[in-house]
């Protein structure tokens, strides 16, 4: 199945781009997705520990299932004051 998935911020500037179609398999979730994420983009393995996800525009656990078609969008940590 496909989905679609979204970077933001540094994680747009290290992959080279803001939205990618991956193929994962049925049953996967946004931590499959994530993963084979990293395994595409390395320098983005450096966010696992903090990283945001949202799916389907709703901010969502790395464990929440994904469908074909899903939107997954990848956050870095916000900081700032």
Excluded: H, K
Aim: no cysteine; aromatic share 8%; hydrophobic share 45%.
């Amino acid at each position: 199945m496909f989905v679609t998935v979204r970077l933001f911020a540094r994680l747009r500037e290290l992959a080279s781009r803001d939205e990618l179609r991956l193929e994962v398999d049925e049953g996967s979730t946004a931590r499959d997705v994530w993963s084979a994420l990293t395994r595409q983009f390395p320098p983005l393995a450096d966010y696992t520990p903090a990283v945001s996800v949202a799916v389907n525009e709703e901010y969502a656990r790395l464990s929440a299932s994904v469908r074909d078609g899903d939107e997954i969008a990848f956050l870095p940590p916000v900081s700032g004051g």
